[in-house]
């Protein structure tokens, strides 16, 4: 039996698709409102990219001297400070040519020391070549006084003015003979003659490649890419590992050429890397962008002026520093891969900014103990050969023994710390 439909049920049926396709129209109509507002207020103002890299400084270990590898003090993944030994080579060689400059040193001191000596020396010879000549023109001045009375002959009276013109040229002699000791000498001391200045700067060098037979860490960091073993050549410039300090590392976020029109240097960048998950953020600023699209500077770049060109949207490295104590907490390797997005609020300033760093570079002071640890031992040497000049003063002896270099406690335990790090390996 069928029912018909009256016209009241069709009404109402209609009534209530109205109803609720108003309601659907109207969700849809709000959430594309709450989107819009949401667009205008934020999500214009934010740039992202999932082509972010970690980034960090590599420091190459190479050697400055040839030798033979007869000690590795390290291995890849550990954690070494700043001076920690890790290679040391054969220093036999080294150790020999110090020996032979230091006593070359010592030998040019003692004769420079004999220079001065003879200064002295020639000029109590002029003293006594200016006293005979004295006697000797008083002599002839008596004899001439006499040879006018007749009292001496002729004979002696010839042999008196020969006597005075010996004493003459014996006075011009030594009087020479004083200014070229002189030439030698005048206006210098003994550590500053010419002589001993290139005889300790052997020694200096010398003491350096001495030094440069064991190779220290130049930074705090993890080694990696350990390619040196022992009984190994080795040549300057040969890179034997790396050092990572992973405390200075920073992102290497690749944005496309139309995102980059609204960032600027300064503003605040989100990160998420994938090792961690959305759990850990991380927060950092725009440090700086790339002079050029990572195409131009490959190693095989494009060739866009050929006929087959195809155009593809480039993209443009932008430096991001990160915060260090976010960076101590959840620690990052380089070559991670990241999330960056950064807040374009903040518009001031020039699009590409020519940045000028004014803090402090890389630098290290692992080197600087070599340069004064030779210099005091050039010292050392000089004095132990220099000649005391009074009694009142203390000996030479005793001035050796006050600037003799002392040994470093600092390198006690570092030469400690390599032998026991090559026992252990």
Known sequence: MNIAATPDNTTLAHRQRRLWLGVGLGSFALLGLAYASFWMLSLRYRQSTDDAYVNGNIVQITPQISGTVVGIGVDDTQYVKAGTPLVRLDRADAKLALDQSEAELARTVREVRALYANASQLQAMVDLRASDLAMAEQDLARRERLGSSGAISSEELQHARDAARSAEAALLSAQE??????????????EEHPEVRNAAAQVRTAYLTYSRTLLPAPVAGFIAKRNVQLGQRV??????????????????????EPQLASMRAGQPVTLTADLYGRSVVYHGRVAGFGAGTGSVFSLLPAQNA???????????????????????????????SMRAEVDTHDRHGPRLPQLVRTEAGYATEVFDDNDLTA?????????????AHSSGKPSVHDMARAFAPTPSPSANATERLFAVQTVSK
């Open 375 to 387: 210099d005091r031992q050039v010292r050392s040497i000089i004095l132990a050969n220099e000649a």
């Open 177 to 190: 003979q004083l200014r070229a000791g002189r030439a030698r000498t005048d206006g210098t001391s003994i």
């Open 306 to 336: 050929t006929g087959n060109w195809i155009k593809i949207i480039q993209r443009i490295p932008v430096r991001i520093a990160l915060d260090a104590r976010e960076l101590a907490a959840n620690p990052l390797q380089i070559g991670l």
């Open 235 to 256: 040549s300057p410039g040969v890179s034997l590992m790396a050092i990572v300090p992973l405390n200075e590392v920073w992102v290497d976020a690749n944005f496309k």
